[in-house]
């Protein structure tokens, strides 16, 4: 069984305004971080200074990783729309639930083998 042609033309047109979503927030976060301020090696900043630009780095850090594993995974469902294998469970291979699919395009999982893989 595999989705309807205008389905998937909907999901992969929705999948690549999420794309472009998803790299400018990328883009944005590198600008705001604190660290991406070449004179600030140069800055003789208090001690707390420091604390609080190394705390804003590591934040913005763990959100562009987020925010990298989320592109990545949309460029995988992308991939899966091309070979015409998306929705299918890469675990069982059963058809993923279209709801599932719905609050999350990149599933890769139907529900029962998300359930056993999170054990």
Known sequence: ????????????????????????????????????????????AASDTEAKEESSHDRMEALEKVLKRNLEEINLALIRIKKG???????CGKMIDTDRLAIKPTALYCVSCERKKEK
């Open 1 to 44: 069984m595999k989705f309807p042609k205008e389905l998937l033309n909907s999901v992969y047109t929705n999948l690549i305004k999420l794309r472009k979503i998803v790299e400018k927030r990328i883009s944005s976060l590198k600008l705001q971080d604190p660290f991406s301020d070449p004179d600030r090696l140069n800055d003789n």
């Open 85 to 91: 294998t998306y929705g299918k469970c890469q675990n």
